[in-house]
């Protein structure tokens, strides 16, 4: 049985999906049962959600067209 302290070790490695299956099903029994960590996870989600959002809009692509459109107005 995984602790809460090896949760948090694995934190990135279950929000990437990258557990071994073994592990998961450790990890689903123990969130199922500890708030704390499950509250946890969700925060770890919504943050590499907000990661992965700043990096598509950090996008080269699309700075080049934002610059393109500023550019324009002037
Ligand atoms: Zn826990």
């Given at each position: 049985m995984l602790?809460?302290?090896?949760?948090?070790?694995?934190?990135?490695?279950?929000?990437?999906?990258?557990?071994?299956?073994?592990?998961?099903?450790s990890v689903m029994?123990?969130?199922?049962?500890?708030k704390r960590c499950s509250?946890?996870?969700q925060q770890l989600k919504l943050t590499s959600q907000v990661l992965q959002q700043s990096?598509?809009?950090?996008?080269?692509?699309?700075i080049e067209r934002t610059l393109g459109r500023l550019t324009r107005w002037e």
């Open positions: 602790n809460c302290k090896q949760m948090s070790e694995m934190g990135s490695i279950i929000i990437d999906g990258q557990e071994p299956w073994r592990s998961k099903m029994m123990h969130l199922s049962m500890c509250r946890y996870m990096r598509i809009e950090a996008d080269e692509a699309e």
